[in-house]
């Protein structure tokens, strides 16, 4: 008997997934679609656990459907496959769907995804490594009290995204698991390229996975520090398809799974940095320290101020300290009217550890870049007061 049956027409999405499920995936031809929709409704399984609509079926082949299915093969679960995200809202609202897949996602996303609907066990795919299987997001205590700690800076190029990696790197020793880092530049966003992910997976899906628990978590990327990654969409014009209304239902979701929540800004103060930093505990703000990266930094603070959105905690951190630049710190505080929390030293190790792919505090905790990080890691929580001498020891093991 097959557990999952494929209405589409699509052969080659078809040919995909009949090389993952193999005999568990029966499909209708698609002719019969066209002529007899009906007829599809009498042809399937006896009881299949998922049905999958799509692709390429119209808004009235896949109501009618997803009406039919339920009533004649009771306890069947309506999965819509769909490449188009424009006209997606309306779909969700008229029916009764379990999940949302693109035809482009992820094979490991379409297994957990037709996995978690399945009452049967999964069928096994070829075993991975043990650092590469899922993890699922560590469970908040009751007295949890997540906390959102936004990135921000006026003007690309002042190591924000840096800083937002090593944040959410850090963390994860303190809450393994419970971490997930947020890139939320999703134009131009390069996260995935910092920490060498595939961009097989990320904000789309997890907005196409609406209700769905188990596709939104399936969404992220887990990093082997130990704290997943909510990547940006492979390609600028894909940021478009994200309604302001969605980006800010992603977020608040993330902040109930997780403990802490690290969100990479898009530089400037546009709709979606303002909604992010107006939600945010703590709020970081990045310069360099140059004149016109510091100047750009005060006129960031006095339109946030001006807008009434201050976080409950302002860190002001003005990152490549170095003696060839002519200033100091004590300029920087007066050129921005706010008070330096931290001062990160230019170092060579940070390009060196990005070109790796792996964060700082994992690749020389010892760095005098990756100790000031650690101390603004501090002033976020106390429990990160130890996590020096802690990544030291386990370095030199």
Do not use: C
């Not at 990135?151 to 850090?170: D, E, F, M, R």
């Amino acid at each position: 008997m097959s557990r999952y049956v494929l209405i589409g027409r699509s052969a080659e999405y078809e040919s995909r997934l009949r090389g993952l499920f193999g005999v568990d995936l029966a499909s209708v031809p698609a002719e019969l679609i066209a002529s007899d929709l009906s007829g599809v409704v009498e042809r399937l399984p006896s009881r299949p656990s998922v049905a999958l609509l799509g692709p390429f079926l119209s808004y009235e082949e896949t109501r009618f459907l997803a009406d039919a299915i339920p009533v004649a093969r009771p306890g069947t679960s309506i999965v819509v496959v769909k490449g188009e995200r424009s006209e997606l809202e309306d779909w969700v609202d008229a029916m009764t769907i379990h999940a949302v897949l693109s035809p482009d996602g992820a094979d490991a996303l379409v297994e957990s995804v037709l996995a978690g609907l399945s009452p049967a066990a999964p069928v096994a795919p070829p075993a991975l490594p043990e650092q590469a299987l899922p993890v699922e997001p560590a469970p908040l205590a009751e007295d949890d009290r997540p906390v959102v700690i936004a990135v921000a800076s006026p003007k690309g190029g002042q190591g924000k995204t840096t800083i937002a990696i090593n944040l959410a790197a850090g963390l994860a020793h303190v809450a393994r698991d419970s971490v997930v880092l947020v890139d939320a530049d999703l134009q131009f966003g390069d996260i995935a390229n910092a920490l060498d992910l595939p961009s097989t997976r990320g904000w789309l899906d997890a907005v196409a996975a609406g209700p769905d628990e188990i596709a939104f978590k399936a969404s992220m990327h887990r990093h082997p520090g130990g704290f997943f990654v909510l990547t940006a969409p492979p390609s600028p014009e894909h940021a478009d398809t994200i309604a302001p209304e969605r980006f800010s239902v992603v977020l608040a979701r993330l902040a109930r799974i997780f403990r802490y929540v690290v969100i990479d800004t898009t530089p400037g103060v546009g709709e979606q940095t303002l909604s992010v930093l107006e939600a945010a505990d703590h709020g970081i703000f990045v310069s360099s320290l140059s004149v016109p990266s510091l100047r750009a930094l005060r006129v960031e603070l006095d339109v946030l101020d001006r807008a009434g959105i201050a976080p409950e905690h302002r860190h002001v951190v003005v990152n490549f300290v170095d003696r060839t630049s002519g200033l100091t710190v004590k300029d920087a505080e007066r050129i921005t009217g706010a008070t330096v929390g931290v001062p990160i030293p230019r170092s060579p190790e940070v390009v060196l550890a990005s070109n790796h792919g792996i964060p700082l505090l994992e690749h020389d905790p010892r760095d005098p870049a990756a100790k000031a990080i650690l101390d603004l890691l501090a002033t976020i929580t106390p429990a990160a007061d130890q996590l020096s001498s802690r990544l030291h020891r386990r370095r030199t093991r």
